[in-house]
């Protein structure tokens, strides 16, 4: 018997309404363009638009994964260890904290969309210093909750006085990348002790996705706020953006609500392999990062003699502000050159963000951006 047609194909929305609504996170990278050709093949391209790690993962890790693949034929047929035991093992080691005050979760993004499911009521109120990790705001309004963006007097000083008078009885939860993304500025660990204590009624989330950069944790002030959750991942420092693995750490409280919708197997074996194989390789991520600091000194140093406005950073990566940026950005991309354009923040005009990576990289960028700069 065929069943009434409630619905013509154009009249029924599937989506719920506050999916209908969205606008959809769009970013644009420079993969695609360089996998599929259409970049410069007469040069390496310097990809330093997305702050991956610059370099591959090392050796160790890349063995870990041939050996695994060598030695088990089920390894990719059945599914992966639940709940990453041994990576959280590793990570307990690593952090300070206990195994069990860990997630491991499929990227630091898919941990702050499972913060978002877990603590997150429609009309609940989330307050967001801005300029920020724009992603975020995607995991807010699918939950049918209000973003407040608070635009700070300037963005490249840490200010939480701002952030404070924006917290009302109706703010649920409040966002912190810190160091920031894109402008590098990084919150004290006072400051952001103070913002748990004041906002005690609110889940404060610090993303600490370049916490190996930066070298400052807030990691220990969960043993004192029960409203501080901290995000990791190992996109930036470990070299592994392409395995997808993240981790949040708090307390034994928040974990028990996380932990009734976290996906237990979906950091893959492959991911959990690597991850566990990095961090008992720390040594090669440790040298990374000194090479990136030292890079960013030459690179800000490279601009500031130049008269262009360049901030410091405690990530890794920097902004540059240019008169003329569509013009320096399409001769950048002549020479190969991959930025990160972020004059669409109404208080960063004129600027975009560079990865920095290994001394060698930064010489040819450089010698490149000095070409560059003779054209514009």
Known sequence: MKGT?????????????????LEPYSPISSRDKIVSGLANCDLP????????????PSVAVKNAIINALA????????????????????????SGRAMEEILVTNGSDDALDLICKVFLDPKDEVVVP?????HFLTYIHTRGAVVKKVETPDPFKPDIASVLENVTPATKMIYIVNPNNPTGVLLSKQQIATLCSIASHCVVIVDEAYYEFAGETVLDLIDTYPNLIVT??????????????????TNLSLIAQLSKVLN????????QIAATAALDDKQYMEKYVADVKNSKLAMLDFFRKR???????????IMVQHPHLPKLLEEMEKENIFVRDRSSFKMLPGFFR????????????????AKVLERV
Not at 5 to 21: G, H, L, M, Q
Not at 130 to 134: A, F, G, H
Not at 232 to 249: D, E, H, N, Q
Not at 354 to 369: A, Y
Request: charged share 25%.
């Open 5 to 21: 047609a409630y619905y013509s194909k154009t009249e029924r929305n599937f989506a719920s309404d506050f999916i209908e609504n």
């Open 45 to 56: 391209p310097l990809k330093l638009d997305w702050n991956e790690s610059t370099l591959p």
């Open 71 to 94: 030695c088990n034929d089920n390894l990719l047929n059945w599914y992966p260890e639940l709940s990453s035991k041994e990576l959280r093992r590793k990570l307990a080691a690593y």
């Open 130 to 134: 801005y300029p920020t990790y724009t």
């Open 232 to 249: 990791r991942t190992f996109s930036k420092a470990w070299a592994l953006a392409g395995l997808r693995v993240g981790y949040l750490l």
């Open 264 to 271: 237990p197997k979906s950091v893959s074996v492959l991911a």
């Open 307 to 317: 008269g262009i406005t360049a901030f410091d950073s405690r990530a890794n990566y």
């Open 354 to 369: 560079v990865t920095l990576g290994d001394h060698l990289q930064t010489e040819d960028f450089l010698s490149r951006m």
